[in-house]
């Protein structure tokens, strides 16, 4: 797992100068060598984490930081060499650009805080990477990648509460699972069990949630013959899931302030405080925010399980795993590699997921066994349940949320150029994604000739 925040010693990253006066940026990387392994870089890699040094803000650099930012999978620190390089805002900019920090360089502590920044960097990684194998319903996109690299860096290096906000199917189940594991890592404590202690906090009987959350004395109530552990104590030195929170009941909801603030409670039928330690995980397919300005949730509940929030990807907006996600549902099905033929790679791509990965794993599995002999997955292996009804017409496009994309762009300042650019350089991306790597159906469905993508990937546009 590496050291907690990395290998300090012998850090490697990438380094790049952005600006007309080199000799400075000569000069401040030679000092950083001194601590770090530095590989000069033109252009941008297309991996590992890097350093950005840069004497003013202009569109050169903000450029590359949108590239960067594109490409999601780096951390790439902005450097100044004067503190006047980021006056008037600029180290916002630079942060809505892509940046991950902005720092400005300083001979007697810089070299120490970059280190520790690109260590931090480096442990998060190597977490994302031993875990990788247990999110296989998270996905591989760039927002799915941000998305589990920050949920590591709170749990593994924070004790605060965490709230996961998303629709059903996104993978909120297994982000707590995946927070379990690492606290027991910040901890030290062992991981005995595979996941947390769970409560579905939308099955909870009003009557008997004191017994649920807090467990109960012998005779306590009709019905009590025996003593109970409740989901407080048997998540003692564990992590407490309270799934669906958004669902609890106000009088609930006062009970499990205190417990939740106080870690203590006390057994229906005891008079004895009892105290859990505990790492509390949320999730809801609620925004809490809102429910708290109707009257619907409690706002000191809600600040006391939101230490940090985040909110899970739905497959809508992460359209490019659907095809290598569905190839590995299937695979793992039939243990056995199997190709998609067109037909169906266009049906799974504009098929609606109101479900999201549960819906399409569910809808893998079906045509998984429906499937029979040697040959690709085909139409006719799609159950008629899930087929499109009639002459259903396809998704109208361009849609609310590419307008909303535009105006998020257009409001961070980017220029019809750059969206334009952007715009094309992700239909690239995603169609070679969803297409595994085949250039010459990825061409197709862009509408452009094989050669256009061909010399992309020679000049290193595409990934191999």
Known sequence: MGSPEGTLVGTRAWFRFCGADCSTGDSIRTALSSGI????????????????????????????FHQIRRRGRSHVLALATHTSAVEAGGNWRLLHAG????????????????????????????????????????????????????????????????LLIGESGTGKELLARLVHRMDALRTGRRNDSPGPVTVDCSTIVPDLSGSELFGHERGAFTGAVSFREGAFALADGATLFLDEVGELPAALQTQLLRAVQEKSYKRVGSNVWQTSNFRLVCATNRELAESVEKGLFRLDLYHRIAGWIFHTVPLR?????????????????????????????????????????????????RIAYRHVGPGPVTIGDIPEEDRPAGEELPRAWPDVQFEKSIADAVSLGAGLKEITQATSETAIRIAVQSEKGNLQRAAKRLGITDRALQMRRASGKIPE
């Open 317 to 365: 907006d992460r359209r490019e795993e659907i095809v290598p996600m569905a190839s590995h549902f299937l695979n793992v099905a039939r243990e056995e590699p199997l190709e998609l033929d067109d037909a169906v790679h266009d049906y799974l791509m504009n098929r609606p997921y109101p479900g999201n990965v549960r819906e399409l794993r569910q809808l893998a599995l």
């Open 99 to 162: 940046a991950s920090e902005v720092l400005v360089w300083n001979k007697r502590g810089a070299l120490a805080q970059i280190q520790a920044k690109l260590g931090r960097w480096i442990a998060v990684d190597e977490l994302a990477q031993a875990a990788n194998g247990e999110l296989e319903l998270i996905g591989d996109s760039a927002k799915s990648c941000a998305l589990v690299r920050s949920i590591i860096e709170a749990a593994r290096f924070t004790d605060l509460p965490i």
């Open 37 to 64: 392994r530095l590989e000069l870089s033109e252009p941008i890699p297309k991996a590992g984490h890097g350093i950005l040094c840069f004497s003013e803000i202009n569109d050169e650099l903000l450029a590359l």
